[in-house]
């Protein structure tokens, strides 16, 4: 494959929304994510929650996303033991292809790796800073004066220990590079803008017992939603490397 240098990278996202009302949404907020870095990057979307066996070809893209979804990775339902298999598939017999997971995508991959998969006590909501591991500084060429990033969060469950054969990136299991360099996970969403984190804003009422007629307080979790974040490095370093040739830059961390 060649490198994001010499063409427009082919990107396949996943998205792993089981009949959510909002995946049209989600799909608009990858694309203006990464096309605001990216214009010409060629995004392809498939939905294997709700159509059976919509998966792409890995040969035919530089990086696939396993997005993020609303089921608990654990189950068993047959949508979610297909994109395991497919992940599985992917790692083993197609190495050239870059995977990145986010969120649910990273809690399945961690898992599928033996991690295990935690149920948090208090979950996460808005924007929130993750700190980076001296590992991950380098991966995403950051001083120790700057060691964290502000990623969306939208999350009830986490990664309770390191897969084996990954480098831990972002500190307490929130985002990882295998050692071959072929695999990253992060558990923010660089892909969501404010707009579409604040459909999820009534969440709040669930995880939190918020009333959602108490506007101060569905203010500040909608504030927390609007706070900066770095989306668009992210993204930025992520393209740059599903376009290095050789997927080994984890040797040097």
């Not at 608990?72 to 790692?91: A, E, G, S, Y």
């Not at 060429?141 to 084996?164: E, K, Y």
Request: overall charge negative; glycine content about 6%; hydrophobic content about 40%.
């Amino acid at each position: 494959m060649k490198s994001n240098h010499d063409r427009a990278l082919n990107v396949a996202i996943l998205l792993n929304s089981y009949r959510s009302p909002f995946i049209a949404e989600i799909r608009d907020s990858y694309a203006r994510s990464i096309r605001a870095v990216a214009p010409n990057v060629s995004l392809t979307f498939f939905h294997p929650a709700d159509k059976a066996d919509d998966f792409p070809d890995p040969d035919a893209f530089d990086l696939i996303v396993i997005g993020g979804g609303n089921a608990d990775p654990r189950n068993k339902h047959q949508w979610i033991l297909r994109v395991h298999q497919f992940i599985l598939d992917v790692v083993a017999h197609h190495p050239r292809t870059k995977v990145c997971g986010i969120c649910w995508g990273h809690q399945t991959i961690a898992m599928l790796f033996g991690a295990d998969i935690v149920d948090m006590e208090t979950p996460e909501l808005g924007v929130t800073e993750s700190r980076l591991t001296p590992a991950g500084r380098r991966f995403f060429a950051r001083d120790s004066s700057n060691s964290t990033l502000r990623f969306q969060q939208h999350h009830r469950r986490a990664v309770g220990n390191p897969p084996q054969g990954f480098t831990e990136l972002l500190a307490e299991h929130q985002g990882f590079l295998s050692h071959n360099g072929a695999v990253l996970t992060l558990q923010g969403h660089p892909e969501k803008d404010a707009q579409c984190a604040k459909l999820r804003l009534r969440d709040a009422t669930r995880w939190f017992g918020v009333d959602p007629d108490d506007r101060a307080a569905m203010a500040g979790y909608e504030a927390a939603m609007e706070r900066p974040h770095d989306g668009a490095e992210v993204w930025a370093r992520v393209l740059e490397w599903a376009g290095e040739k050789h997927p080994n830059p984890a040797i040097h961390l």
